[in-house]
């Protein structure tokens, strides 16, 4: 028996987003809207979104003894997420500088803070093996040192399923690797992950070619997202396109998270890869009409009524 359907073990940010005409270019200022300040943080948002859809999440993370770490324990406890696993001091609370542009589309600079701080002797430790063992998926990704995330690999109890956004995108060992069920990757980071040409273009084939050669990596499954053009789902099967929902971005900012999140708690539900990843796409929509990350996540009502 699981005490919950997903762990999201990552990243708690204070995000601060300006809005923009147009990003600036080397050596130039543009002038933005007012500042405003968000919760956010990869491994912050995935929790938020997957609380918000009804799954009983627990969030493994690092935040600084500050006001931005009690704003995002504040809003990770306003969405039901359990924050036993919040460990508190050790550096300032991380912060990414956010840009976004009129179509939606965003530019992010990450101070990991104490992101960073989050150790493999953290993992080993109580709450966080005691989460580890009651959690049905853990998701994971790399805005905490890699480090850390092959403990995580390692402390996994029998049973449960791991899935991982390498975002930023590096290298990964082996032992990372054969745990993804799936490996979720947008197109930059599919070509960072390969690190060669695949199909033998420039941009690196077809989505179909990436999620072949990411596979040959190891990963038990792999989802390429693909922006407007839905995302791409693969394991031992086969491959299949799952489609875009179109809606008018007003933010994208965090709804990668939300998908991951969707899709995780789905999966962990006994739902295929494809249908998980068509239901992520409608929770990745209903985020992109609003703005902020955690904010514009919706309930499971929502995401049907849309």
């Known amino acids: 028996m699981f005490d919950y359907d997903l762990l999201v073990v990552g990243s708690a940010n204070a995000d601060l987003?300006?809005?923009?005409?147009r990003r600036p270019g080397a050596g130039e200022t543009v002038l933005g809207s007012d500042l405003a300040l968000h919760p956010g943080g990869k491994g912050a948002n995935q929790a938020v979104a997957a609380a918000r859809l009804g799954a009983r999440t627990a969030l493994l993370a690092r935040v600084g003894d500050d006001a931005h770490g009690r704003l995002l324990l504040d809003s990770q406890r306003a969405a039901g997420v359990d924050t036993a696993?919040?460990?508190v001091g050790g550096a300032p609370t991380g912060v990414a500088l956010i840009t976004v542009d009129p179509s939606g589309d965003n530019s992010i600079v990450v101070s990991p803070g104490a992101n960073g701080r989050l150790t493999p002797d953290d993992i080993r430790a109580a709450p966080a093996a005691a989460l580890l063992t009651a959690s049905r998926v853990v998701s994971a990704q790399l805005e905490i040192p890699l480090e850390t995330v092959t403990e995580v690999v390692r402390g996994l109890r029998p049973g449960a399923r791991f899935v991982l956004n390498p975002s930023p995108p590096r290298e990964l060992p082996p032992d990372v690797l054969a745990a993804c069920d799936p490996l979720i990757v947008n197109e930059h980071e599919a070509r960072v992950l390969l690190g060669a040409d695949v199909g033998g273009t420039a941009v690196g084939g077809t989505?179909?070619?990436?999620?072949?050669?990411l596979l040959a990596l190891g990963p038990r499954s792999v989802v390429v997202t693909l922006g407007e053009d839905g995302a791409l789902v693969a394991d031992a099967s086969g491959t299949a396109r799952v489609p875009a929902v179109k809606v008018n971005a007003v933010d994208t900012t965090g709804a990668g998270d939300a998908f991951t999140a969707a899709l995780a708690?789905?999966?962990?539900a006994g739902e295929s890869l494809a249908?998980?990843?068509a239901y992520a796409a409608r929770v990745g929509a209903v985020a992109v009409t609003r703005q902020g990350a955690q904010a514009s996540f919706p309930t499971?009502?929502?995401v049907a009524a849309g």
């Open 275 to 277: 249908d998980s990843a």
């Open 265 to 268: 708690w789905r999966l962990g």
């Open 85 to 87: 696993g919040v460990l």
């Open 17 to 21: 987003v300006i809005c923009v005409e």
């Open 207 to 213: 989505p179909e070619e990436w999620a072949g050669a």
């Open 300 to 302: 499971a009502d929502e």
